[in-house]
């Protein structure tokens, strides 16, 4: 089974570079600056920051749908990144490192499965997830401080 690791898209975020401190707390925001590596993982271009690079920690509604799994939680995104597009099967090196949980989403935005992965066995983890037809996608969240880090979703591969 072929995936896609989805990053999130950098122009929802464009604008909280500009605003000030006060701007930001209004937006359930802060202004930060990484101070090691790794430890400061952006979720648009999903590569760990280098130390004093800037980024915005922001709330983000990564389930929007209307169901019990409705869920925001914390996000880092880097000043000035455009969102990569990892390719089909892909696993970005910021993944391989870290425990990562995953919970899978049917079309009704209900959790039908979930596991908890080293990194390093992500691509394999998704193969097996996605066979069952009834995944419409996967978040993949850090275990640790259980982030969301991005959505991974099946993909048609033709031979």
């Known amino acids: ?10 122009r929802q975020f464009a604008a909280y570079s500009d605003m ?13 600056t990484a101070t090691a590596k790794p430890g400061y993982p952006c979720r648009v271009s999903l590569a760990d920051a ?5 980024l ?19 996000i880092f995104v880097r000043r000035g990144v455009e969102q990569v597009h990892p390719a089909i099967d892909e696993v970005p090196h910021l993944f391989r490192s870290r ?3 995953l919970r899978a989403f049917d079309n009704q935005a209900l959790i039908v499965a979930a596991d ?8 394999q983890a998704l193969d097996r997830m996605l066979l069952d037809r009834t995944i419409a996608s996967i978040h993949i969240h850090y275990a640790k401080f259980g ?7 099946r993909v048609a591969v033709s031979e």
């Open 147 to 153: 982030c969301y880090a991005a959505c991974a979703e």
């Open 1 to 10: 089974m072929s995936f896609q690791i989805k990053a999130l898209d950098h």
């Open 20 to 32: 000030s401190d006060h701007e930001l707390a209004a937006r359930l925001a802060v202004r930060r």
């Open 50 to 54: 280098e130390i004093d690079d800037q």
């Open 99 to 101: 425990m990562l949980s």
């Open 116 to 123: 908890l992965v080293d990194g390093n066995d992500l691509g």
């Open 56 to 74: 915005i920690l922001v709330n983000y509604q990564h389930q929007p749908d209307a169901s019990p799994y409705r869920a925001a939680h914390a």
